[in-house]
Protein backbone atom coordinates (compact mmCIF):
# COMPACT_ATOMS: atom_id res chain seq x y z
CA UNK A 1 0.00 0.00 0.00
CA UNK A 2 2.74 2.44 0.82
CA UNK A 3 4.69 1.26 -1.86
CA UNK A 4 1.54 2.13 -4.19
CA UNK A 5 0.31 5.62 -3.43
CA UNK A 6 3.97 6.69 -3.16
CA UNK A 7 4.59 6.05 -6.40
CA UNK A 8 1.44 7.62 -7.44
CA UNK A 9 2.92 10.79 -5.37
CA UNK A 10 5.89 10.69 -7.35
CA UNK A 11 3.16 11.72 -10.32
CA UNK A 12 1.26 14.20 -8.90
CA UNK A 13 -1.14 12.14 -7.36
CA UNK A 14 -1.62 13.20 -4.24
CA UNK A 15 -3.58 10.43 -2.51
CA UNK A 16 -4.31 10.42 1.46
CA UNK A 17 -2.08 8.06 3.86
CA UNK A 18 -3.11 4.20 3.78
CA UNK A 19 -2.17 4.35 7.51
CA UNK A 20 -1.95 6.35 10.10
CA UNK A 21 -0.32 5.65 13.18
CA UNK A 22 -2.77 2.81 14.18
CA UNK A 23 -0.40 1.32 17.03
CA UNK A 24 -1.13 4.92 18.46
CA UNK A 25 -5.11 4.10 18.61
CA UNK A 26 -6.89 4.71 21.96
CA UNK A 27 -9.29 2.40 21.63
CA UNK A 28 -9.80 -0.67 18.76
CA UNK A 29 -13.00 2.09 16.96
CA UNK A 30 -10.05 4.56 16.22
CA UNK A 31 -7.54 1.35 15.37
CA UNK A 32 -10.01 0.37 12.73
CA UNK A 33 -9.99 3.88 11.57
CA UNK A 34 -6.55 4.34 11.29
CA UNK A 35 -4.92 0.44 10.09
CA UNK A 36 -6.03 0.24 6.90
CA UNK A 37 -8.21 3.36 5.88
CA UNK A 38 -8.39 2.76 2.04
CA UNK A 39 -10.22 -0.96 3.42
CA UNK A 40 -12.53 1.32 6.02
CA UNK A 41 -13.56 3.78 3.14
CA UNK A 42 -14.48 0.57 1.03
CA UNK A 43 -16.02 -1.26 3.60
CA UNK A 44 -18.01 1.67 4.70
CA UNK A 45 -19.72 2.73 1.22
CA UNK A 46 -20.40 -0.49 0.12
CA UNK A 47 -21.15 -2.78 3.25
CA UNK A 48 -22.07 -0.39 6.49
CA UNK A 49 -23.88 1.97 4.63
CA UNK A 50 -26.23 0.08 2.74
CA UNK A 51 -26.59 -2.43 5.90
CA UNK A 52 -27.28 0.53 7.96
CA UNK A 53 -30.06 1.94 6.04
CA UNK A 54 -31.80 -1.56 5.27
CA UNK A 55 -32.18 -2.04 9.60
CA UNK A 56 -32.26 1.93 10.25
CA UNK A 57 -36.07 1.26 11.71
CA UNK A 58 -34.00 -1.02 14.47
CA UNK A 59 -32.37 2.44 15.97
CA UNK A 60 -29.33 3.83 15.64
CA UNK A 61 -27.24 1.95 18.06
CA UNK A 62 -29.22 -1.44 16.82
CA UNK A 63 -28.43 -0.38 13.05
CA UNK A 64 -25.17 0.70 14.34
CA UNK A 65 -23.56 -2.54 15.51
CA UNK A 66 -25.46 -4.47 13.33
CA UNK A 67 -23.88 -2.65 9.93
CA UNK A 68 -20.18 -3.03 11.92
CA UNK A 69 -20.85 -6.67 12.35
CA UNK A 70 -21.81 -7.21 8.54
CA UNK A 71 -18.25 -5.14 8.18
CA UNK A 72 -16.05 -7.57 10.45
CA UNK A 73 -17.85 -10.82 8.36
CA UNK A 74 -16.85 -9.41 5.12
CA UNK A 75 -13.68 -8.48 6.14
CA UNK A 76 -13.10 -12.12 7.11
CA UNK A 77 -14.31 -13.68 4.16
CA UNK A 78 -12.44 -11.60 1.70
CA UNK A 79 -8.94 -11.44 3.72
CA UNK A 80 -9.72 -15.79 2.96
CA UNK A 81 -10.33 -15.08 -0.44
CA UNK A 82 -7.33 -13.26 -1.03
CA UNK A 83 -5.48 -15.57 0.39
CA UNK A 84 -6.77 -18.05 -1.51
CA UNK A 85 -6.29 -16.04 -4.74
CA UNK A 86 -2.74 -15.37 -3.88
CA UNK A 87 -1.64 -18.36 -2.07
CA UNK A 88 -4.20 -21.57 -2.72
CA UNK A 89 -5.70 -21.59 0.57
CA UNK A 90 -8.97 -20.60 1.93
CA UNK A 91 -8.17 -20.63 6.02
CA UNK A 92 -11.68 -20.50 7.41
CA UNK A 93 -10.43 -21.81 10.80
CA UNK A 94 -11.26 -21.68 14.81
CA UNK A 95 -8.64 -19.21 14.87
CA UNK A 96 -10.17 -16.69 12.22
CA UNK A 97 -13.16 -16.89 13.57
CA UNK A 98 -12.50 -15.61 16.86
CA UNK A 99 -10.05 -12.95 16.11
CA UNK A 100 -12.56 -11.49 13.54
CA UNK A 101 -15.18 -12.21 16.05
CA UNK A 102 -13.26 -10.66 19.07
CA UNK A 103 -12.22 -7.79 17.00
CA UNK A 104 -15.19 -7.25 15.36
CA UNK A 105 -17.19 -7.26 18.79
CA UNK A 106 -14.99 -4.71 20.27
CA UNK A 107 -15.02 -1.89 17.13
CA UNK A 108 -19.07 -2.13 17.42
CA UNK A 109 -18.72 -1.97 21.53
CA UNK A 110 -16.67 1.27 20.39
CA UNK A 111 -19.06 2.31 17.51
CA UNK A 112 -22.20 2.01 20.10
CA UNK A 113 -20.36 4.02 23.12
CA UNK A 114 -19.34 6.79 20.84
CA UNK A 115 -22.68 7.01 19.49
CA UNK A 116 -24.21 7.38 22.67
CA UNK A 117 -21.64 9.47 24.55
CA UNK A 118 -22.56 12.93 24.30
CA UNK A 119 -20.69 15.37 22.33
CA UNK A 120 -18.09 17.59 23.51
CA UNK A 121 -15.64 19.97 21.70
CA UNK A 122 -11.89 18.82 22.10
CA UNK A 123 -9.01 20.97 20.11
CA UNK A 124 -6.00 19.12 19.33
CA UNK A 125 -3.35 20.20 21.23
CA UNK A 126 0.84 19.05 21.49
CA UNK A 127 0.25 18.41 25.58
CA UNK A 128 0.71 15.24 26.61
CA UNK A 129 -1.70 13.22 28.82
CA UNK A 130 -1.41 10.39 30.96
CA UNK A 131 -4.58 9.13 30.51
CA UNK A 132 -4.54 8.73 26.88
CA UNK A 133 -1.43 7.38 26.53
CA UNK A 134 -2.37 4.66 29.24
CA UNK A 135 -5.59 3.85 27.02
CA UNK A 136 -2.93 3.75 23.80
CA UNK A 137 -0.59 1.27 25.76
CA UNK A 138 -3.47 -0.78 26.72
CA UNK A 139 -5.27 -0.84 23.38
CA UNK A 140 -2.00 -1.70 21.97
CA UNK A 141 -1.14 -4.88 24.14
CA UNK A 142 -4.63 -6.17 23.48
CA UNK A 143 -4.43 -6.01 19.83
CA UNK A 144 -0.95 -7.84 20.07
CA UNK A 145 -3.20 -10.38 22.18
CA UNK A 146 -5.25 -10.76 19.40
CA UNK A 147 -2.62 -10.97 16.64
CA UNK A 148 -1.17 -13.87 18.63
CA UNK A 149 -4.52 -15.57 18.23
CA UNK A 150 -4.55 -14.88 14.94
CA UNK A 151 -1.02 -16.07 14.14
CA UNK A 152 -1.37 -19.03 16.04
CA UNK A 153 -1.63 -22.52 13.45
CA UNK A 154 -4.41 -23.58 16.01
CA UNK A 155 -6.32 -22.52 19.13
CA UNK A 156 -4.85 -25.29 20.88
CA UNK A 157 -1.21 -23.70 19.60
CA UNK A 158 -2.17 -21.01 21.31
CA UNK A 159 -3.59 -21.53 24.30
CA UNK A 160 -0.44 -23.65 24.96
CA UNK A 161 1.76 -20.64 23.86
CA UNK A 162 0.00 -18.41 26.38
CA UNK A 163 1.54 -21.05 29.15
CA UNK A 164 4.65 -19.01 28.92
CA UNK A 165 3.00 -15.90 30.28
CA UNK A 166 3.21 -17.94 33.66
CA UNK A 167 6.60 -17.97 33.98
CA UNK A 168 7.84 -14.72 34.95
CA UNK A 169 11.10 -13.25 35.17
CA UNK A 170 13.06 -10.42 35.68
CA UNK A 171 13.67 -9.88 32.00
CA UNK A 172 10.33 -10.45 31.37
CA UNK A 173 9.21 -7.99 33.75
CA UNK A 174 11.66 -5.45 32.53
CA UNK A 175 10.84 -5.89 28.66
CA UNK A 176 7.09 -5.55 29.54
CA UNK A 177 7.26 -2.38 31.35
CA UNK A 178 9.66 -0.92 29.01
CA UNK A 179 7.35 -1.56 25.81
CA UNK A 180 4.40 -0.17 27.82
CA UNK A 181 6.01 2.65 29.48
CA UNK A 182 7.07 3.50 25.85
CA UNK A 183 3.94 3.16 24.15
CA UNK A 184 2.47 5.47 27.23
CA UNK A 185 4.75 7.98 26.43
CA UNK A 186 4.07 7.95 22.50
CA UNK A 187 0.48 7.39 23.00
CA UNK A 188 0.10 10.48 25.61
CA UNK A 189 0.68 13.14 22.51
CA UNK A 190 -2.81 14.01 20.35
CA UNK A 191 -1.92 12.45 16.85
CA UNK A 192 -3.67 15.02 14.99
CA UNK A 193 -2.00 17.95 16.69
CA UNK A 194 1.00 19.76 14.45
CA UNK A 195 3.96 18.49 14.38
CA UNK A 196 6.86 20.19 15.95
CA UNK A 197 9.44 18.78 12.72
CA UNK A 198 9.09 19.89 9.62
CA UNK A 199 8.13 16.92 7.14
CA UNK A 200 10.89 17.56 4.75
CA UNK A 201 13.10 16.48 7.79
CA UNK A 202 10.71 13.51 8.33
CA UNK A 203 11.19 12.00 4.66
CA UNK A 204 14.76 13.26 4.54
CA UNK A 205 16.76 11.96 7.50
CA UNK A 206 15.41 8.23 7.04
CA UNK A 207 16.29 8.25 3.55
CA UNK A 208 19.81 9.25 4.47
CA UNK A 209 20.26 6.82 7.03
CA UNK A 210 18.81 3.82 4.54
CA UNK A 211 21.09 5.11 1.86
CA UNK A 212 24.43 5.12 4.32
CA UNK A 213 23.21 1.19 5.39
CA UNK A 214 23.09 0.43 1.46
CA UNK A 215 26.70 1.64 0.57
CA UNK A 216 29.21 -0.72 -0.34
CA UNK A 217 31.55 -1.09 2.41
CA UNK A 218 29.54 -0.17 5.74
CA UNK A 219 29.44 -3.47 7.14
CA UNK A 220 33.12 -3.81 7.45
CA UNK A 221 32.72 -1.22 10.02
CA UNK A 222 29.40 -2.18 11.66
CA UNK A 223 28.77 -4.90 14.76
CA UNK A 224 28.36 -8.49 13.87
CA UNK A 225 24.37 -8.25 14.63
CA UNK A 226 23.84 -4.78 12.64
CA UNK A 227 25.83 -6.48 9.71
CA UNK A 228 23.12 -9.39 9.98
CA UNK A 229 20.55 -7.11 9.75
CA UNK A 230 22.26 -5.49 6.53
CA UNK A 231 22.85 -8.25 4.91
CA UNK A 232 19.01 -9.21 5.54
CA UNK A 233 17.65 -5.85 3.67
CA UNK A 234 19.81 -6.51 0.71
CA UNK A 235 18.57 -10.18 0.43
CA UNK A 236 15.38 -11.32 -1.46
CA UNK A 237 15.36 -14.49 -0.63
CA UNK A 238 13.25 -16.02 2.27
CA UNK A 239 13.23 -14.49 5.47
CA UNK A 240 14.14 -16.62 8.64
CA UNK A 241 10.47 -17.14 9.87
CA UNK A 242 9.79 -18.58 6.16
CA UNK A 243 12.48 -20.27 5.61
CA UNK A 244 12.26 -22.09 9.04
CA UNK A 245 8.75 -22.92 7.91
CA UNK A 246 9.74 -24.27 4.78
CA UNK A 247 12.30 -26.38 6.49
CA UNK A 248 10.20 -27.55 8.88
CA UNK A 249 7.64 -28.75 6.14
CA UNK A 250 10.10 -30.53 4.45
CA UNK A 251 11.24 -32.60 6.92
CA UNK A 252 8.04 -33.08 8.31
CA UNK A 253 6.56 -33.83 4.83
CA UNK A 254 3.92 -30.81 4.70
CA UNK A 255 2.78 -28.68 2.39
CA UNK A 256 4.08 -25.07 3.58
CA UNK A 257 3.52 -23.40 0.54
CA UNK A 258 0.47 -21.88 0.78
CA UNK A 259 1.13 -20.69 4.82
CA UNK A 260 4.34 -18.83 3.34
CA UNK A 261 4.28 -15.00 2.73
CA UNK A 262 7.42 -14.06 0.57
CA UNK A 263 7.68 -13.64 -3.02
CA UNK A 264 8.74 -16.87 -4.05
CA UNK A 265 5.43 -18.37 -2.91
CA UNK A 266 3.68 -15.87 -5.21
CA UNK A 267 5.50 -15.09 -8.79
CA UNK A 268 5.91 -17.26 -11.61
CA UNK A 269 8.70 -19.35 -10.78
CA UNK A 270 7.19 -21.00 -7.95
CA UNK A 271 7.51 -24.61 -7.33
CA UNK A 272 6.11 -26.13 -9.86
CA UNK A 273 2.95 -28.19 -9.73
CA UNK A 274 4.58 -31.50 -11.02
CA UNK A 275 7.26 -31.04 -8.34
CA UNK A 276 7.95 -34.73 -6.82
CA UNK A 277 8.71 -35.34 -3.50
CA UNK A 278 11.22 -38.58 -3.01
CA UNK A 279 8.55 -40.71 -1.27
CA UNK A 280 6.51 -40.54 -4.73
CA UNK A 281 9.02 -42.22 -7.06
CA UNK A 282 8.69 -45.41 -4.29
CA UNK A 283 12.43 -45.37 -3.35
CA UNK A 284 11.62 -44.24 -0.15
CA UNK A 285 10.69 -46.46 2.27
CA UNK A 286 9.05 -45.44 6.06
CA UNK A 287 10.26 -48.20 8.80
CA UNK A 288 8.79 -48.44 11.98
CA UNK A 289 12.66 -48.85 14.05
CA UNK A 290 14.61 -45.65 15.38
CA UNK A 291 15.90 -44.99 11.53
CA UNK A 292 12.26 -44.33 10.63
CA UNK A 293 13.10 -44.42 6.79
CA UNK A 294 15.73 -45.10 4.21
CA UNK A 295 15.98 -46.14 0.52
CA UNK A 296 14.73 -48.97 -1.22
CA UNK A 297 17.38 -51.34 -2.84
CA UNK A 298 17.61 -51.69 -6.57
CA UNK A 299 15.67 -48.63 -7.86
CA UNK A 300 15.76 -46.77 -10.49
CA UNK A 301 13.52 -43.89 -11.68
CA UNK A 302 13.30 -40.76 -12.93
CA UNK A 303 13.09 -37.73 -10.04
CA UNK A 304 12.11 -34.34 -11.58
CA UNK A 305 14.30 -34.90 -14.65
CA UNK A 306 17.04 -36.69 -13.32
CA UNK A 307 18.15 -40.35 -13.03
CA UNK A 308 18.06 -41.96 -9.27
CA UNK A 309 18.84 -44.80 -8.29
CA UNK A 310 19.89 -46.99 -5.32
CA UNK A 311 22.04 -50.24 -5.44
CA UNK A 312 21.40 -53.64 -3.87
CA UNK A 313 22.06 -52.23 -0.20
CA UNK A 314 19.97 -49.10 -0.29
CA UNK A 315 22.45 -46.64 -1.54
CA UNK A 316 22.17 -43.83 -4.01
CA UNK A 317 25.77 -45.28 -4.89
CA UNK A 318 27.19 -47.62 -7.18
CA UNK A 319 27.45 -51.36 -6.12
CA UNK A 320 30.19 -52.57 -3.71
CA UNK A 321 30.74 -55.73 -2.59
CA UNK A 322 29.38 -56.27 0.96
CA UNK A 323 33.03 -57.62 2.26
CA UNK A 324 35.81 -55.29 1.46
CA UNK A 325 38.18 -56.19 -0.89
CA UNK A 326 42.11 -56.29 0.20
CA UNK A 327 43.77 -53.15 -0.37
CA UNK A 328 40.25 -51.39 -0.40
CA UNK A 329 40.07 -47.81 2.06
CA UNK A 330 36.35 -47.51 2.78
CA UNK A 331 34.80 -44.35 3.76
CA UNK A 332 30.79 -44.28 5.15
CA UNK A 333 29.00 -41.28 4.53
CA UNK A 334 26.08 -40.47 6.41
CA UNK A 335 23.57 -37.60 5.89
CA UNK A 336 20.43 -35.85 4.64
CA UNK A 337 19.31 -34.81 1.39
CA UNK A 338 22.02 -32.85 0.05
CA UNK A 339 24.37 -35.56 0.82
CA UNK A 340 22.46 -37.95 -1.29
CA UNK A 341 21.27 -35.85 -3.93
CA UNK A 342 18.37 -34.35 -4.42
CA UNK A 343 17.84 -32.80 -7.79
CA UNK A 344 21.31 -34.09 -9.19
CA UNK A 345 21.53 -37.66 -11.39
CA UNK A 346 23.50 -40.56 -10.94
CA UNK A 347 27.46 -40.13 -10.60
CA UNK A 348 26.76 -36.52 -10.64
CA UNK A 349 27.03 -35.91 -6.04
CA UNK A 350 29.84 -34.44 -4.30
CA UNK A 351 30.80 -38.07 -3.10
CA UNK A 352 31.23 -39.69 -6.16
CA UNK A 353 33.16 -36.61 -7.57
CA UNK A 354 35.70 -37.22 -4.17
CA UNK A 355 36.14 -40.55 -4.51
CA UNK A 356 36.79 -40.54 -8.36
CA UNK A 357 39.38 -37.87 -7.54
CA UNK A 358 41.02 -39.76 -4.32
CA UNK A 359 41.42 -42.85 -6.57
CA UNK A 360 43.28 -40.60 -9.53
CA UNK A 361 45.24 -38.10 -7.57
CA UNK A 362 46.09 -39.57 -3.95
CA UNK A 363 48.03 -42.32 -2.73
CA UNK A 364 47.81 -43.55 0.98
CA UNK A 365 50.76 -46.76 1.18
CA UNK A 366 49.13 -50.25 1.10
CA UNK A 367 45.65 -48.71 -0.81
CA UNK A 368 44.91 -50.20 -3.96
CA UNK A 369 41.35 -48.06 -3.99
CA UNK A 370 39.30 -45.56 -2.41
CA UNK A 371 35.67 -46.10 -1.63
CA UNK A 372 33.31 -43.92 -0.15
CA UNK A 373 29.99 -45.36 0.32
CA UNK A 374 26.94 -42.87 0.48
CA UNK A 375 24.52 -43.99 3.00
CA UNK A 376 23.01 -40.19 2.55
CA UNK A 377 19.01 -40.70 2.78
CA UNK A 378 16.27 -37.90 1.93
CA UNK A 379 15.49 -35.93 5.73
CA UNK A 380 18.06 -37.81 7.77
CA UNK A 381 19.14 -36.13 11.13
CA UNK A 382 22.04 -36.26 13.48
CA UNK A 383 20.02 -39.14 15.09
CA UNK A 384 19.23 -40.79 12.46
CA UNK A 385 22.50 -41.05 11.30
CA UNK A 386 23.49 -42.50 14.00
CA UNK A 387 21.03 -45.90 13.80
CA UNK A 388 22.14 -45.96 9.80
CA UNK A 389 25.82 -46.70 11.34
CA UNK A 390 25.01 -48.97 13.47
CA UNK A 391 22.16 -50.82 12.04
CA UNK A 392 24.28 -50.66 8.59
CA UNK A 393 26.95 -48.48 7.92
CA UNK A 394 29.40 -50.50 10.79
CA UNK A 395 28.94 -53.67 9.19
CA UNK A 396 30.59 -52.13 5.66
CA UNK A 397 33.98 -52.16 7.82
CA UNK A 398 34.59 -48.96 7.01
CA UNK A 399 38.04 -46.76 8.38
CA UNK A 400 36.56 -43.80 8.49
CA UNK A 401 32.82 -42.98 9.23
CA UNK A 402 31.51 -39.19 8.16
CA UNK A 403 28.31 -37.83 10.10
CA UNK A 404 26.79 -34.80 8.38
CA UNK A 405 25.68 -31.88 10.40
CA UNK A 406 24.01 -28.14 8.67
CA UNK A 407 23.08 -25.27 10.15
CA UNK A 408 19.40 -26.15 10.71
CA UNK A 409 19.80 -29.49 12.08
CA UNK A 410 17.96 -28.93 15.23
CA UNK A 411 14.71 -28.37 13.48
CA UNK A 412 14.95 -31.66 11.42
CA UNK A 413 16.23 -33.40 15.00
CA UNK A 414 12.80 -31.83 16.08
CA UNK A 415 10.72 -33.03 13.27
CA UNK A 416 12.22 -36.55 13.68
CA UNK A 417 11.38 -36.60 17.43
CA UNK A 418 8.05 -35.36 17.19
CA UNK A 419 7.57 -37.90 13.91
CA UNK A 420 8.58 -40.78 16.19
CA UNK A 421 6.34 -40.34 18.68
CA UNK A 422 3.64 -39.35 16.59
CA UNK A 423 4.10 -43.16 14.90
CA UNK A 424 5.02 -44.51 18.18
CA UNK A 425 8.26 -45.65 17.43
CA UNK A 426 9.99 -47.67 20.40
CA UNK A 427 13.49 -46.32 21.34
CA UNK A 428 16.64 -48.69 21.77
CA UNK A 429 18.20 -46.38 23.83
CA UNK A 430 17.79 -45.86 27.62
CA UNK A 431 19.61 -42.48 27.74
CA UNK A 432 16.85 -41.03 25.14
CA UNK A 433 14.24 -42.40 26.72
CA UNK A 434 15.28 -40.42 29.87
CA UNK A 435 15.16 -36.85 27.83
CA UNK A 436 11.79 -37.75 27.10
CA UNK A 437 10.63 -37.97 29.95
CA UNK A 438 12.17 -35.15 31.82
CA UNK A 439 10.22 -32.82 28.86
CA UNK A 440 7.23 -35.32 30.05
CA UNK A 441 7.19 -36.82 26.55
CA UNK A 442 6.85 -40.51 27.38
CA UNK A 443 3.19 -40.57 26.80
CA UNK A 444 2.73 -38.14 23.85
CA UNK A 445 1.94 -40.22 21.03
CA UNK A 446 -1.28 -41.64 23.65
CA UNK A 447 -4.96 -40.48 24.00
CA UNK A 448 -7.78 -39.32 21.69
CA UNK A 449 -8.56 -35.46 22.48
CA UNK A 450 -6.50 -33.15 22.47
CA UNK A 451 -6.01 -31.60 25.62
CA UNK A 452 -2.99 -28.40 26.98
CA UNK A 453 -1.32 -29.01 30.25
CA UNK A 454 -0.59 -31.89 32.34
CA UNK A 455 -2.74 -30.61 34.97
CA UNK A 456 -6.12 -30.63 32.77
CA UNK A 457 -5.10 -33.59 30.78
CA UNK A 458 -5.92 -35.68 34.36
CA UNK A 459 -8.87 -33.15 35.28
CA UNK A 460 -9.86 -34.34 31.58
CA UNK A 461 -9.37 -38.11 32.89
CA UNK A 462 -10.74 -38.06 36.07
CA UNK A 463 -14.03 -37.31 34.38
CA UNK A 464 -13.37 -40.07 32.03
CA UNK A 465 -12.37 -38.50 28.66
CA UNK A 466 -8.98 -39.95 27.09
CA UNK A 467 -6.86 -36.32 26.72
CA UNK A 468 -3.75 -36.78 24.60
CA UNK A 469 -1.08 -34.04 24.34
CA UNK A 470 -1.77 -31.42 21.55
CA UNK A 471 0.86 -31.43 18.24
CA UNK A 472 1.95 -27.60 19.15
CA UNK A 473 3.00 -28.99 23.34
CA UNK A 474 4.91 -31.69 22.02
CA UNK A 475 6.78 -29.60 19.99
CA UNK A 476 7.50 -27.21 22.46
CA UNK A 477 8.29 -29.61 25.11
CA UNK A 478 10.51 -31.50 21.96
CA UNK A 479 12.40 -27.89 21.42
CA UNK A 480 13.49 -27.75 25.35
CA UNK A 481 15.29 -31.09 24.91
CA UNK A 482 16.70 -30.88 21.04
CA UNK A 483 19.95 -29.58 22.16
CA UNK A 484 20.46 -32.63 24.77
CA UNK A 485 19.57 -34.68 21.98
CA UNK A 486 21.56 -33.57 19.17
CA UNK A 487 24.19 -33.48 21.71
CA UNK A 488 23.89 -37.27 22.85
CA UNK A 489 23.62 -38.42 19.67
CA UNK A 490 26.86 -36.80 18.58
CA UNK A 491 28.50 -38.66 21.77
CA UNK A 492 27.37 -41.77 20.78
CA UNK A 493 28.07 -41.38 17.53
CA UNK A 494 31.86 -40.71 18.12
CA UNK A 495 32.07 -43.40 20.75
CA UNK A 496 30.13 -46.61 18.23
CA UNK A 497 32.84 -45.57 15.26
CA UNK A 498 35.59 -45.97 17.61
CA UNK A 499 34.63 -49.09 18.65
CA UNK A 500 34.31 -50.20 15.26
CA UNK A 501 37.54 -49.23 14.54
CA UNK A 502 37.06 -46.76 12.34
CA UNK A 503 38.01 -43.07 12.58
CA UNK A 504 34.85 -40.78 13.44
CA UNK A 505 34.53 -37.56 11.34
CA UNK A 506 31.87 -34.88 11.79
CA UNK A 507 31.10 -32.81 7.94
CA UNK A 508 29.43 -29.08 8.61
CA UNK A 509 27.77 -28.73 5.12
CA UNK A 510 24.43 -26.73 4.50
CA UNK A 511 22.20 -26.55 1.31
CA UNK A 512 22.54 -23.37 -0.60
CA UNK A 513 20.10 -21.51 1.79
CA UNK A 514 20.70 -17.76 2.44
CA UNK A 515 22.70 -15.96 4.93
CA UNK A 516 24.20 -18.61 6.14
CA UNK A 517 25.57 -18.75 9.90
CA UNK A 518 29.34 -19.56 10.06
CA UNK A 519 28.57 -21.08 13.66
CA UNK A 520 29.25 -24.91 14.06
CA UNK A 521 25.54 -26.65 15.50
CA UNK A 522 26.61 -28.19 18.91
CA UNK A 523 30.14 -26.97 18.85
CA UNK A 524 30.14 -27.47 22.63
CA UNK A 525 29.50 -31.30 22.13
CA UNK A 526 31.88 -32.04 19.28
CA UNK A 527 34.35 -30.33 21.34
CA UNK A 528 33.79 -32.57 24.21
CA UNK A 529 33.09 -36.18 22.04
CA UNK A 530 37.11 -34.93 20.35
CA UNK A 531 35.11 -35.29 16.66
CA UNK A 532 37.55 -34.09 13.97
CA UNK A 533 35.87 -31.33 11.84
CA UNK A 534 35.48 -30.18 8.25
CA UNK A 535 33.72 -26.96 8.30
CA UNK A 536 32.43 -26.33 4.81
CA UNK A 537 29.45 -24.05 5.89
CA UNK A 538 30.91 -21.45 4.03
CA UNK A 539 31.58 -23.63 0.86
CA UNK A 540 29.09 -21.41 -1.29
CA UNK A 541 31.08 -18.23 -0.36
CA UNK A 542 31.62 -15.71 -3.30
CA UNK A 543 29.34 -17.84 -5.39
CA UNK A 544 26.13 -16.58 -7.26
CA UNK A 545 23.57 -19.18 -5.22
CA UNK A 546 21.02 -18.89 -7.64
CA UNK A 547 23.66 -20.70 -9.84
CA UNK A 548 23.92 -23.36 -7.59
CA UNK A 549 20.48 -24.08 -6.79
CA UNK A 550 18.02 -27.07 -8.05
CA UNK A 551 15.30 -24.58 -8.51
CA UNK A 552 13.96 -21.13 -6.54
CA UNK A 553 11.84 -23.05 -4.58
CA UNK A 554 14.58 -25.94 -4.04
CA UNK A 555 17.90 -24.97 -2.14
CA UNK A 556 19.42 -28.69 -2.59
CA UNK A 557 22.67 -27.90 -4.23
CA UNK A 558 22.89 -28.63 -7.92
CA UNK A 559 25.39 -30.40 -10.36
CA UNK A 560 27.28 -27.28 -10.21
CA UNK A 561 26.69 -26.86 -6.66
CA UNK A 562 28.08 -30.62 -5.89
CA UNK A 563 31.00 -29.86 -7.91
CA UNK A 564 31.34 -26.81 -5.71
CA UNK A 565 31.39 -28.86 -2.94
CA UNK A 566 33.48 -31.57 -4.26
CA UNK A 567 36.63 -28.98 -4.84
CA UNK A 568 36.42 -27.47 -1.31
CA UNK A 569 35.88 -31.32 0.59
CA UNK A 570 38.36 -32.83 -1.58
CA UNK A 571 41.47 -31.23 0.40
CA UNK A 572 40.49 -31.23 3.60
CA UNK A 573 39.25 -35.11 3.79
CA UNK A 574 42.49 -35.89 2.00
CA UNK A 575 44.40 -33.66 4.41
CA UNK A 576 42.54 -35.92 7.56
CA UNK A 577 43.11 -39.06 5.92
CA UNK A 578 46.73 -38.14 5.18
CA UNK A 579 47.05 -36.86 9.11
CA UNK A 580 45.37 -40.09 10.68
CA UNK A 581 46.87 -42.79 8.22
CA UNK A 582 49.61 -41.07 6.57
CA UNK A 583 48.74 -40.65 3.52
CA UNK A 584 50.22 -38.47 0.26
Known amino acids: FHLIVGMLHLFGFRLPETHKLYYLARNFT ?27 KLGPAMSVA ?20 LRGGFPVTSQDILFWGLLGALVVYGAVRELNAPPKARRATAGWSLREGLRVALTFT ?19 TLGAAAVIDTKGIVLFGLAFATLTILGGRHRDAASTSRP ?6 PLVILLLLMAPGVDRILPRAATESVAALRSSGLNDQDADLQHRGYYEQLDVRARLTTQDQAVPGARRQ ?40 GMRDRDYAYDKPPGTFRIALLGPSH ?27 GVKRFEILNFGVDGHCLTQQLSMLEKRASRFDPDVVVMTTHERNQTATQAYVYRILIRGIPSPYPEFDQMLAVAGL ?20 AVGL ?33 ESGARPLLLALNAVIERPSRELPDADAIDKAELPVIDLLGAYDDQDSQTLRVASWDNHPNAAGHRVIADRLYPELSDFISREFGGT
Request: with cysteine; net charge positive; proline share 4%.
Open 200 to 205: VVRTVV
Open 142 to 160: FFCFLWSLWSAQSVGEWIW
Open 442 to 461: EHAGDGKVPVPFESWRRAAR
Open 339 to 365: VMGNGVGDGETFEALVEERLNRDFALP
Open 466 to 498: DPRMPGAEIKARIRRIGGDVSAWTVARFARRAR
Open 66 to 85: IATSAVFAMTWLLHSYQWFW
Open 30 to 56: ELWRRINIYWKDFMMSFVFYPVYFKVK
Open 274 to 313: DWRDLQSTGALRLRNDFMERDLLPSRQAVWNGHSFSTNRF
